[in-house]
């Protein structure tokens, strides 16, 4: 069955430094590999997609993520965070054939100035 | 702009009193769903529908009704709310099935009581 685990609940950071938010999947085939945003108050906003090719993928907001197939793992990256990027972050894995996306927990992200 | 409407954002209501929360979308997107979000558990699905007049069944569908008369309209029905369906809900429209991006809208977060 498919699964999604964000082992990480809440990471907390400063302002400035690098954050890498941590996702596996369980999936038999070929997995399409979502990152959704949901800020305070907010409805989910999608950061970046996997589907195929290269396994760096770039998103919105400069975060990026990368496909490692053999670790089963998509993990989100930003270089430096910004105050405005603290909210909660879902990890998602969907695929052409299947009705819907499986989400994980997500984690939520504080940024200390 | 291409978005998701739901209405209401806020509902407290008492239980037993019927109630429907309204989603609107304005993509002319086929594929269109229900998710509920619960502290510690992510999004899961209550209902999708892949057409009009075609719906099914997600991960967590007791307590709830849909219907899709209309492309655009797939409203969440809740026929007798029960204090465990307090929780923050949010309808999702996509162009096909789990593997294409879906594009959320900013929840609605009911209180039964």
């Known amino acids: 069955a498919q699964s999604v685990t964000q082992p990480d609940i809440h990471i907390t950071v400063s302002e400035g430094a690098s954050l890498e938010l941590r996702c596996n999947y369980s999936?038999?085939?070929?997995?399409?590999l979502f990152w959704y945003v949901q800020s305070p108050g907010q409805g989910l906003q999608l950061l970046l997609k996997y589907f195929s090719g290269d396994t760096l993928v770039q998103g919105i907001k400069g975060f990026e993520a990368e496909f490692k197939r053999s670790q089963s793992s998509f993990n989100l990256r930003k270089p430096s965070v910004h105050w405005s990027d603290a909210a909660e972050y879902f990890c998602?894995?969907?695929?052409?054939?299947?009705?819907?996306?499986?989400f994980g927990t997500g984690t939520r992200l504080q940024v200390f100035p | 702009e291409a978005q998701v409407t739901q209405n209401p954002r806020y509902l407290i209501t008492v239980t037993g009193k019927k109630l429907t929360v309204t989603c609107s979308q304005n993509?002319?997107?086929?594929?269109m769903s229900w998710y509920r979000q619960d502290p510690g558990l992510g999004l899961r699905q209550i209902y999708y529908?892949?057409?009009?007049?075609?719906?099914d069944k997600g991960d967590v569908p007791e307590g709830y009704k849909v219907s899709r008369k209309e492309k655009r309209n797939f409203p969440l029905i809740l026929e007798s709310p029960s204090p465990n369906q307090t929780s923050l809900y949010f309808c999702?429209?996509?162009?096909?099935?789990?593997?294409?991006?879906?594009?959320f809208g900013q929840g609605t977060r009911l209180t039964v009581v």
């Open positions: 993509m002319n997107h086929e594929y």
């Open positions: 529908s892949m057409n009009v007049e075609v719906t």
């Open positions: 999702a429209s996509s162009l096909g099935r789990g593997g294409t991006e879906a594009f």
């Open positions: 999936y038999g085939a070929t997995p399409y």
């Open positions: 998602a894995v969907g695929a052409v054939d299947t009705d819907k996306l499986i």
